[in-house]
């Protein structure tokens, strides 16, 4: 399981250093795709294949459509992890996130995956949920 934050910053190459807690479950790769609610999702190979094969049944399911399908795989990166216990983050993922190099980021624990997030974005949304779990 994943949990915690963790701040980092994007180097100018677009990397990012792995938590030391996260990294063995990540290497030698891992797989980057876009998430819900704007951020980079990261899985192992075992979760990004349990992950693949749920999308495929949504499909089946009509609980998703073909495009949503078609735009997660076309946008989900197999990243190696080097020996820095660093990921390469692709333009378009950090397009999608609102992710800028040199920037301060937020690597995110969220139980079977890990998320990276634009620091304000994601404080944003942990106090929406910090709300929410107050008022139930």
């Not at 190979?45 to 997660?72: C, H, I, N, W």
């Not at 946008?75 to 040199?102: K, M, P, Y």
């Amino acid at each position: 399981m994943f949990v915690g934050r963790h701040e980092r910053q994007l180097d100018p190459k677009g990397r990012l250093a792995l938590p030391s807690t996260f990294r063995p479950r990540f290497e030698p790769r891992c797989y980057l795709a876009f998430g819900r609610d704007g951020c980079v999702d990261v899985y192992t190979p075992e979760a990004f294949e349990l992950m693949a094969t749920e999308t495929m049944e949504k499909v089946k399911q009509g609980d998703m459509s073909r495009d949503e399908q078609r735009a997660l795989a076309a946008n989900t990166f197999d990243a190696g992890v080097d020996a820095q216990g660093r990921v390469n983050v692709d333009r378009e993922l950090r397009d999608f996130a609102g992710l800028e190099l040199g920037t301060r980021v937020v690597l995110a624990g969220s139980f079977d995956h890990v998320e990276i997030w634009n620091a304000e974005r994601y404080e944003q949304v942990v106090a929406r949920g910090g709300a929410a779990l107050k008022g139930s």
